[in-house]
């Protein structure tokens, strides 16, 4: 879909900036429902299921 593309194209050039400025890992807390999109970008899944705000969480990486 158009909304999942523009997301993603997002999430590759906040990878690109950050590997410019020399990081060479992105971690995140994801909202568990939507972690899917996250792996489809290439992030793992680290750790449990947490709760924030009522909310089911999970903490993602990036490597690159």
């Known amino acids: 879909t158009p909304l999942y593309s523009s997301a ?3 999430v590759y050039k906040r990878q690109e900036y ?3 400025m020399g990081y060479c890992k992105i ?7 939507v972690r899917d999109f996250y792996k489809k970008c ?3 899944e ?3 299921i947490f709760q924030r705000v009522g909310i089911d969480h999970i903490r993602m990486s990036l490597t690159f």
């Open 46 to 48: 680290e750790g449990e």
């Open 42 to 44: 290439g992030f793992i």
């Open 27 to 33: 971690i995140l807390d994801s909202i568990f429902s």
């Open 8 to 10: 993603a194209s997002d």
């Open 18 to 20: 950050y590997r410019k």
